[in-house]
């Protein structure tokens, strides 16, 4: 129960995500509606559209209300907080505009198709309410966090890290609210388009997880070293064991979603006991992201803190302290190293046989049969993650530091939401032996290679420059 | 006992042996039912 807000900034940091971060994903999810012509993702991409929509009173009123109980406060500067306020009002009236727009849309078509007119000005509302909730977003991180204002010649570790967690970490979270809204959705309705979707959702935000795990690690070292008055690194600690726990839960949830796509494909159809583990392991993942999210903003949010709150104080407690005294052992390091170097093995190889058979090598194989390779792909990035995570705890702010660590998770991220193209694109599936692939999947194909060299190329440079 | 060295190599076995295993073992019974179905 303590995870239900008590006051009006509380509530305005978890609504306020809705309209912003969630907008994110529906315009995505749109997108692709659009793209693959899929009547049902559209619908109910302006369903969600409408609902989002009414997030915005709720957003509105506990900002609003935020600002009465804080002013005055000196850690939240008033002229910040109405140049926050400003633009999240034209933000919000315009997606209020965008909600009505996609509802009236979805009612005149309801026994129709939707008008590609109407279709195209709610993308292009969505679009535009997207910049401007970036600026609302952006003014409202930095009235809290007043780290990222510090000089940066003073710091060891950048706060640009600290700055992309505060960012990065709402798109797993808030991503798979919808991802489980439109899971739900597709179960209830029992309809194939709309399981894939939700199934693609949880292997995105699985995906994005990674860089949201590390950035949170650097963020660790960034307002700690040098510390940060009402910093606690107990504290920290607590978040980043349930982060732990979170990690587990979305590669889990991910690859058990993958999975589901990947058997589709052969099976045409999909195993009601797979989707409904799935959904178990969503909605577990689901109340574990809650507590970590809930840890989190204990970090830095002192107005959300309550009296009856009890925060640890000993930042020796917990799981990770004794994961980076363990790993720091040369008999725990060097066998979960070995399995990072098979795990890349295993991901570059599969990565290079199906993207050179989309880029017209070995034509006598039909795509679906190099498809039949990728499971061995996916357990080789499930391996690296955690090995990954596990190595890296061994030194971490060294690791964070070097410059080689940010191309590689960028290109990590990049990499493996291109590789899921090959499970979701029809008209890659129908490409016969002999056949050639369209040129939209040889540009795919061209990224996952390059972006899987960057990253081996990138780990592997880690300790040499 | 096991020296420093010998340890280190049990664990790398140990540790590479089991997951490359189960990641082995998943990917046949993923074949598997894939195999079913066509058959």
């Known amino acids: 129960m303590h995870l239900i807000p008590h006051s009006w900034e509380h509530w305005h940091i978890l609504v306020s995500l809705l309209p912003s971060v969630g907008l994110f994903f529906a315009l995505c999810l749109y997108g692709i509606g659009i793209y693959t012509d899929k009547d049902i993702?559209?619908?109910a991409c302006l369903f969600i559209f409408a609902l989002i929509a009414l997030a915005t009173v709720p957003t509105y009123l506990s900002g609003d209300h935020s600002m009465t109980a804080l002013a005055g406060n000196p850690r939240f500067p008033e002229g910040m907080m109405n140049s926050h306020f400003n633009w999240s009002v034209a933000a919000l009236l315009l997606m209020a505009v965008n909600g009505i727009v996609a509802w009236l849309e979805l009612v005149r078509s309801w026994n129709g198709r939707p008008s590609q007119n109407a279709l195209h000005l709610v993308l292009g509302l969505g679009l535009v309410t997207l910049a401007l909730m970036m600026v609302a977003g952006e003014l409202g991180w930095d009235i809290n966090h007043n780290e990222l204002r510090l000089d940066p010649a003073t710091q060891k570790t950048s706060q640009l890290w600290s700055h992309a967690h505060i960012i990065l970490n709402h798109f797993p979270t808030i991503g798979f609210v919808v991802g489980l809204g439109v899971y739900v959705g597709a179960l209830v309705l029992d309809n194939i388009v709309l399981k894939r979707a939700g199934l693609f959702l949880f292997v995105a935000c699985a995906i994005l997880t990674v860089p949201t795990y590390v950035t949170g690690n650097a963020s660790m070292w960034a307002?700690?070293?040098?510390?940060?008055?009402?910093?606690?690194?107990?504290?920290?600690?607590?978040?980043?064991?349930?982060?732990?726990?979170?990690?587990?839960?979305?590669?889990?949830?991910?690859?058990?979603?993958?999975?589901?796509?990947?058997?589709?494909?052969?099976?045409?159809?999909?195993?009601?006991?797979?989707?409904?583990?799935?959904?178990?392991?969503?909605?577990?993942?689901?109340?574990?992201?809650?507590?970590?999210?809930?840890?989190?903003?204990?970090?830095?949010?002192?107005?959300?803190?309550?009296?009856?709150?009890?925060?640890?104080?000993?930042?020796?407690?917990?799981?990770?302290?004794?994961?980076?005294?363990?790993?720091?052992?040369?008999?725990?390091?060097?066998?979960?190293?070995?399995?990072?170097?098979?795990?890349?093995?295993?991901?570059?190889?599969?990565?290079?046989?199906?993207?050179?058979?989309?880029?017209?090598?070995?034509?006598?194989?039909?795509?679906?049969?190099?498809h039949r390779l990728l499971p061995i792909g996916v357990f080789g990035v499930l391996m690296n993650v955690f090995s990954g995570m596990l190595i890296l705890q061994a030194d971490s702010s060294r690791y964070l530091n070097e410059i080689t660590f940010v191309p590689k998770i960028i290109f990590l991220t990049i990499g493996a939401l291109a590789v899921l193209y090959y499970s979701l694109s029809e008209r890659l599936w129908a490409v016969k032996a002999g056949e050639e692939a369209p040129m939209g999947a040889k540009w795919v194909a061209a990224l996952v290679l390059t972006s899987w060299t960057i990253v081996i190329m990138g780990g592997r440079l880690l300790p040499y420059l | 006992m096991l020296s420093g060295n010998g340890f280190i190599i049990l664990m790398v076995i140990l540790v590479s042996g089991s997951v490359l295993g189960l990641a082995g073992l998943a990917v046949y019974c993923l074949n598997k039912t894939v195999d079913q179905s066509e058959g």
């Open chain 1, 41 to 43: 993702i559209k619908r």
């Open chain 1, 223 to 370: 307002v700690t070293d040098p510390p940060i008055e009402g910093v606690s690194k107990a504290v920290i600690n607590a978040h980043r064991d349930m982060a732990l726990l979170a990690l587990f839960g979305m590669a889990f949830t991910g690859v058990t979603a993958w999975i589901e796509l990947w058997r589709y494909r052969y099976l045409g159809r999909f195993s009601n006991l797979s989707l409904y583990l799935v959904l178990a392991f969503a909605v577990v993942t689901f109340a574990i992201l809650a507590e970590t999210g809930h840890r989190g903003g204990q970090i830095n949010h002192p107005e959300i803190v309550l009296p009856t709150d009890v925060l640890p104080t000993d930042p020796k407690l917990g799981w990770m302290p004794a994961i980076e005294l363990a790993i720091n052992q040369v008999t725990w390091f060097v066998p979960w190293q070995t399995l990072h170097f098979f795990g890349y093995s295993l991901v570059f190889g599969v990565a290079l046989v199906t993207s050179l058979r989309v880029l017209g090598f070995w034509k006598s194989m039909s795509f679906a049969a190099v």
